[in-house]
C-alpha cells in the first residue's frame, strides 16, 4: 500500500549504519514515523528533503505496519536559516517542541500551518527572532490545549490587569491574588496583553499582523516562553542551546 504525504522533517533518528528514522508532521496524518533507507549513506538521494526541517512530498510504502521511503521531493528547505546557527538553532526549537505536541493519528493541520508560518517569517521575512519565537510558543499553547483566559482579572474584571498567572493561565491584578493560590504570576504589561490577546485568535495568515513597542516584545517573550513550557512539564535541550548563542553573541 502507497500513501503520498506532505510534511516537515521534525525528528531525524540514526536507524542502524545506513538508515534512519524520520519523524515527518503531516496535516492529514498527524505525526507519521518513517524509515528512510540508505539516508545515512554518502550522496543518498534522499539527504534533501529527508533532513531536519525539510517540508517534501513522501511516497510511502507501508508494509507491517512501517512506513518506507519509497520517492521524496522537495518542496522547501528553508536555506537561509541554515546559513545562520541562531535562526537554525531556534528553528530546531520549534520542531523540537512539535515533537511534543503533536500526535500520531491525530489530525493537527494547524500545528503545521504554524511551524511553517514561524519558519518563514524567519527565513525569508527576517522577521525579529524574539517575534516569531513569541507567537510560536502562545500559539502553542493553545493547539496543545492550554488556551490562556485573557478577558479580564478572574476576579475583579478589570479588563487590563497587570498580571498573568502561567500556572493557571489566567489573568490577575496585583492587588487580587487569592490567599489560598500558589500559582507564578508574572508582571504583563498593556501592550502585551493586547499582543497576546490577538496572537490567541488571530486567523493563522495573520500571525504577524501586529505591531508591538520593544518593552512589550521582550515581555510578551518572557510570558509565552514561561507559560509554554510551565503547561508543557518539558524542558528543551535546543531551547538551551539557542539561550547560550544569545549570550555568545
Known sequence: MYLTVRGLVIRVTAYNDTDALLSVLSGEHGVITIKARGLRRKNSPLCGPCQLLAYAEFTLFEYRGMYTVNEARTIELFSGLRKDLTKLSLATYFAQVCNVIAQEDIVNPQLLSLVLNCLYALDKLNLPEILVKAVFELRCACLAGYTPDLQCCYRCGNSFPDRFNITEGRLECAGCKAI?????????????LDAMRYIVCCDDKRLFSFSVNETSLMNLSDVSESYLIRQLEQSFSTLDFYKSLLVCN
Open 180 to 192: 489560598d493560590s500558589d500559582g507564578i504570576r508574572m508582571p504583563l504589561t498593556a501592550g502585551t
